[in-house]
């Protein structure tokens, strides 16, 4: 499995502890998310909650799907 985009949300990258232990994670080293800066930080309460933000999460997601 070779992903090109990663999500991940905000509360896993604080018990991480910080966006700079993302490395940690076994393996994630060798994906292209990692080597090409795919890597899409969510906030968590976009994923428990269905209403007037989800228009937002869609658009986070789009943006790190397609940065260009």
Do not use: W
Not at 20 to 26: H, L, M, S
Not at 42 to 65: C, H, Q, T
């Amino acid at each position: 499995m070779n992903p090109e985009v990663i999500i991940l949300t905000n509360h896993s990258i604080e018990e991480l502890g910080g966006f700079d232990k993302i490395n940690t994670i076994p393996g994630i080293t060798e994906t292209d998310a990692y080597k090409n800066h795919g890597i899409v930080i969510i906030d968590d309460s976009y994923l428990f909650a269905i209403g007037p933000r989800v228009v937002e999460v869609v658009f986070e997601l789009f943006n790190g799907f397609y940065p260009e």
